[in-house]
């Protein structure tokens, strides 16, 4: 059988039992198709019958996979994808989530889709990542990867803390804010979008600046060349607890007079879409915009 994928790797929704029976699914419609397929261990522990040397941890199934298939919400797409963004493998989603901007094929019926893209009929992106940094002293005390945003805000609601952003080590702006999310085009249909920010098209090489309840109406989201290195420093006088999360699952602790530093990742995540796939039909559907009309 000639197809860019020869060993699969499924990842699925913990505790969900809708992922665990599309897993099943999967993993018995994948075997009979004649595919070597392991389960991220976690989501494996659910199905019955799996052998030990079937489950593997999330890195081993970047190091052996062509191909990973994540059943669940944008949620387990961004968590699988940071991890394996590492390993150059391909991902697909099936969605059991809730809006799906990042899981295109449908937990119902998703047989058909999956064997086209199997036999190589499939649309290919590249969704660039962030490199998030945290210094203090000049120091690196941490460091991730997000998909979507990395957002800078105090461990308390509505708690304003002071910054200034810098682009490339030019000064742009000094703010008090709840915070600012920096996000790329793959995030700017989540958080960022909720808090006021434009949607960037994948292709685009940019990321936005987006000001969360900024003290001052003139704050604007602001969009970038995403090649740029984006800087906030925290002012010495803030008192709250801050802290800088990527894609609202890792958390890296700040301490005021902290620096962040937010730069394109050499990682990319490739992401693997049905040819029917439309970046502008998924906008339509997930966020209610009008049909044509004739």
């Known amino acids: 059988m000639s197809t860019p994928f020869n ?3 499924l990842i699925g929704k913990p505790n969900h039992d809708g992922a665990a029976q599309t897993l099943h699914r999967l993993y018995t419609f994948l075997q009979a198709l004649g595919y070597e397929v392991f389960v991220e261990r976690r989501a494996g522990k659910q199905l019955t019958g799996m052998a030990e040397g079937q489950l593997l941890d999330l890195v081993e199934l970047g190091e052996k996979c062509d191909l990973a298939v994540v059943v669940g919400g944008d949620g387990n797409m961004l968590g699988a994808a940071r991890v394996l963004a590492r390993f150059d493998v391909a991902v697909i989603g099936v969605n059991r989530g809730n809006l799906g901007f990042l899981t295109d094929l449908n937990p119902h ?12 009929k499939f649309v290919e992106e590249h969704r660039f990542l962030l490199e998030v940094e945290v210094y203090r002293h000049a120091q690196l005390k941490s460091a991730n990867l997000a998909v979507n945003e990395a957002v800078l805000h105090a461990d308390k609601v509505a708690h304003m803390i002071e910054f200034e952003a810098f682009i490339d080590d030019q000064f742009v702006f000094s703010q008090r804010s709840d ?3 920096v996000t790329t085009p793959t995030g700017s249909t989540a958080y960022s979008l909720s808090g006021g920010g434009p949607i960037l098209t994948p292709e685009l090489n940019a990321v936005a600046l987006v000001p969360m309840f900024p003290h001052t109406l003139s704050s604007r989201p602001l969009v970038v060349d995403a090649n740029k290195q984006v800087k906030l420093k925290l002012s010495p006088e803030n008192t709250a607890s801050l802290q800088v999360s990527c894609d609202s699952h890792v958390v890296l602790a700040l301490l005021p007079g902290d620096e962040v530093v937010i730069k394109k990742a050499s990682q990319k995540l490739r992401l693997i879409h049905p040819t029917s796939y439309s970046y502008y039909h998924v906008l339509r559907e997930k966020l209610n915009w009008g049909s044509r009309l004739y």
């Open 109 to 120: 019926d998703f047989e058909p889709e999956l064997e086209q893209v199997l036999s190589g």
């Open 179 to 181: 915070g600012l999310i």
């Open 7 to 9: 060993t699969i790797g």
